[in-house]
């Protein structure tokens, strides 16, 4: 269907398809899905059931116990459940003419204190011809709603625009993921993994999925691991973070020396081996220089340094500072960024036109508590080729030298050079020591 239907027509249409029929099971913000089936008329050609087990002991009593409620092993269990009880009660009545589906979510929407982390898992399981083999959709999405009134009606239109989607806008990724983000934004919420398996997703290009949601503005950032999207709280949750930005072009494996020596820095800070400091990569696709490299060459280095056991978040973030705002969800604990002596200098000479407070905010933003900068020392030849490759003249901040260019060799024309020199003094920000050198 290539006509923009809104929720109402949308949940609509799918109650007067004859062949399209199943169950919807809801924990956590209501059951604001079923909800528009039911109000928009003819919910009896489409709802076979409706659950939502919101006490603990039932939902373990039905679905099996979990660790955690909100998560992506809950909700595959309640698609299996709901799907073989599905096919057990009206296989032999409906199997010949039916498409059968089985919507599921698991959602913590703002409590009323406003304490907890709102998100939610959602999965879809639906047949495309009768008799036919399931195919399976999980979104992990983040509520960003301030009230939850508000998350349980975004909730109820992401959930019609997930249905619809899956069987009549399911031609490619760009079309799914644009019609299930239909008459949304990320000011109300975003989608930050997206899972599609099954005979009707076979020819469909996954590992594309990730950049997508950045690119086409459904999610702030991915978090790639081991090739595959993951839920930023499984590896950032209450974890120390070392963090470099960068487009890593490289091939050698130059970041990863750099991210263990960064990592084993701010170890021997804290003291502790409770916690090991987690590193993570990070691409913009919206650097305030430099060009963004094209999906196809953009996924090699994902997959590059994630054979290097490093993870990669790919954000839509130009400025550092909304960095420590994205990992701030997830962790209170120490955070370092690691950056080339080159990278620094970026960050002192972008304008920060968006901010009331210049450059001066933006710093208070990214060195927030418990945050810092690590400047690795780079050498001569390429601190200079890196900074003329942005548009910057690099005679105006380092010496013509080879040797290597480290945190107190950097020069900034003053006044911002006097505001560098505090923050290098008083250890905002941190020279890190590299083959003997600083």
Known sequence: MSEELDTHRRALAVNLDSNVYGVFAEIGAGQEVARWFFRVGGAAGTVAKTISAYDMTFSD???GKSGRYVSRERVVAMLEHEYRLLLERLDAERSAKTQYFVFAD???ARNYAGTNECHGWL???????PNGPPSDILLHINLMEPSNLLQQQTLGILGVNLIYSAFYERQNTQTLLKSVFADLSLQRLEIDVVELSGPAFADFDQRSVGLQLVRNEYASAALFDTGRLIQPSDILRKKPIVVERGFFRNEDSVQRDLM???ARQLASESGSTDREPLSVCEISVRPVRGEVPNDAELLRRVER?????????????????RLTEYFRRYTKEAMRFALGASSVVEIFQTAYDELIGGLLEALGRLLAENVRIYVFPMPGAIFRQRLAAVGLDPQLFCSSGDEPVTARKIRIPPPIGHLYSYLLESGWVVPVEMAGKT
């Open 305 to 321: 340094l994630n054979s290097l056991g490093l993870p990669v978040a790919v954000t839509r973030f130009s400025e550092s500072y």
């Open 106 to 108: 698991t959602v913590s």
């Open 123 to 129: 999965g879809l399981r639906f047949q495309t011809e």
């Open 61 to 63: 009593a039905i679905y």
């Open 260 to 262: 263990r020596a960064a």
